[in-house]
């Protein structure tokens, strides 16, 4: 009766492919969902920033010939206007024929030649900008033009320059391809992956036990010669290659939206160093191999606490601290580079996973503690295994006896 | 007199009752005996009734049998095999059906027949040949390759009928077997119950109901409060009054409460 295993197996994978429903919602649905969303929010992205560097038409009145060509960069429109119009130009801010209104006074230029870094706080020029914060060009052409000008008063104190070597090839910023990807995708994946992974799971899971406890199909199933131990192993294997499934619809849907989004990011002004060609085959191999025990370990757990309950919505209730503790894990080791993180502490279930990823990503994993959870994983699985079979045989649990 | 199928030897069951249980059942005691140091045999080829008013214990007994719950004392066996010591044994040997046992509406009877056969191990072929017979006996061949979610109340009973014994099981253990069900099917079950008998089957139902026991028991046993109050053959009990007339004689005696 050792293929009772692989009859359950069977039976799961037959209805999890022969239910068009369950297929769809379990695997297509989350890519395509992911997918769309964040190709939607890189458009989004995208055209916040693309509004950002329209022109900004602004009403000045005796700006000096140098603003405006420092102004030239950010691409602002000037219009000079006599000071008798300020009142019409600021009501044009308000129409949308103006960004902002720029006032400077009649003797700006002089006063700025005449000053010395030593004088004392006398009377100084004051230029007043008009612009409207609610409106987000006028509020873009405010700020710019305020650190134009700002640029401009440190200029008139300037006793010394950071990284002013513009005519050598010196880089300053030491940030190697790898350390910039590390350092993106090291804060943003693990976190994301250890997510995708526990939904992918918990959407599953409970059905499969709490459904069948429920629906009352399980007892058909108890009371043939196949071992207990035997059931529960053919159901998280299904369970785990179903949720594996899930996980990876999810990672496509954000590898290719990942486009969208990048490009979003880069024209933000974000590094254009960041790509996943960075990680080697050994990576990846590790990453895979931490993803599929980490999926039995959450198929395992949400499926004890499934056979605790009653009922799916049961279920549904009784794994939500599991939720928060992925969530906590995932918050916790977010970023870390494996030195941060003791050897012991990668035992932990679900910490050690985030901390593992986030090692991988951050090219600071420690392959001795990247196989600790591993293993931590795996024994967990078969003592979760243990303790299924002991609820499966408990007729108080599996019958309400 | 025939082999000794099912042997009860003393069995005792108790169940602990939650304040919410209590409170319902207007009781203080925190545990109920369900059953009460039963004992009973069943032959082959012969169809054994309990007979009982409802929470007598008949389910409970049913489900020892059936190695779903285990007794606190005593033992039972299905023709030599504990049902404490070597469950797995006993499962091959029996078919167990009840309306708590449900069939997963998705798949379709021809898979269902599939794996449960795979489940107790049967071959391939040995599985075609029985479920082609089965099927054509019940008229499911019609609605072999349709979802159980799509089958009629009646066909569904067909089909768990057929699934309970898709093993060839020794031994048909039915609860309460017309329960809902309507006189059409009720006359199906009573039907596949008398064929199983004549194929040499050892089978053991519950039921409240006289006129199910007079149709298709050779022997019966009242139960009440977890104990058996009588247990014989049919025609001895009932050589001097109906069972109806024994059932209500001995509850106003006090026996049956």
Known sequence: MTNGIWVVFKKEMSHFFGDKRLFFTSVIMPGLLIYVLYTIMGSYMSSMIKEETESFKTA??????????????????????????????????????????AVFPDDFETALS????????GSVPNVEIYYKSVNSNSSIAYMDLVSVLDAMEDQLNNVFDVNNNENSDITYDLATKQDATGNTIGMLLPMLLMTLMYSSCA?????????????????????????R??????????????ALMGGVSSFLGIILSMPSLMSSMNMAGASDLISADVYRPSDYIWLMVLIITTVLLMVTLISILSTLAHSVKEAGTLVMPLMMAVMLSS??????????????????????????????????????????????????????????????????????? | MNNEIIKVDNISKSFNLSAKQRKARKISEKTITAVDHISFSAYEGEIFGLLGPNGAGKTTTLRILATIL?????????????????PFDVRRQIGFLTSEVKMEEFFTPDQLFGFFSEMHGIPEEKCEERK????????IDKFAQTKVADLSTGMKQKVSLVIAVAHDPKVVIFDEPTNGLD?????????????????????????????????????????????????????????KESLEELFFRLYEGGEVS
């Open chain 2, 183 to 239: 006189v059409i099917m009720a006359k199906v079950v009573t039907d596949f119950l008398l064929e199983l008998r004549r194929q040499g089957k050892t089978i053991i139902i519950s039921t409240h109901i006289f006129s199910l026991i007079e149709k298709l028991c050779d022997r019966v046993g009242i139960i009440n409060n977890g104990k058996m109050v009588v247990c014989d053959s049919l025609s001895k009990l009932t050589e």
């Open chain 1, 114 to 121: 005449n000053y010395t870094p030593d004088e004392s706080n």
């Open chain 1, 60 to 101: 000045a009145v005796n700006m000096p010939q140098t603003v405006e060509l420092a102004l030239l960069e950010y691409n602002f429109e000037i219009e000079h206007i006599d000071r008798n119009d300020i009142e019409k130009a600021k009501q044009g801010i308000s129409d949308g024929d103006y960004a902002i209104v």
């Open chain 1, 331 to 401: 918050f916790a080791s977010m970023g870390m580079s494996s030195g941060e993180v003791p050897t012991a502490a990668y035992l932990i279930p679900l910490y050690g996973t985030s901390a593992s990823f986030s090692g991988i990503f951050t090219f600071s994993m420690n392959p001795l503690c990247v196989l600790l959870n591993v293993c931590s994983n795996v024994v967990l699985s078969g003592i979760g295994v243990f303790v299924l079979t002991k609820l499966f045989n408990n007729e108080k649990v599996m019958f309400n006896g």
């Open chain 2, 70 to 86: 285990k007794p606190d004392s005593g033992n039972a066996y299905i023709n030599g095999k504990s049902v404490v010591d070597a």
């Open chain 2, 132 to 139: 082609n017979a089965l099927f054509e006996l019940f008229g």
């Open chain 1, 203 to 227: 959407s599953l899971a409970p059905e499969s036990i709490a459904g069948e406890k429920e629906r009352g199909t399980i007892c058909a199933l108890l009371i043939t010669p196949v071992p």
């Open chain 1, 229 to 242: 131990s035997h059931i529960i192993m053919g159901k998280l294997a299904s369970l785990s290659l179903m």
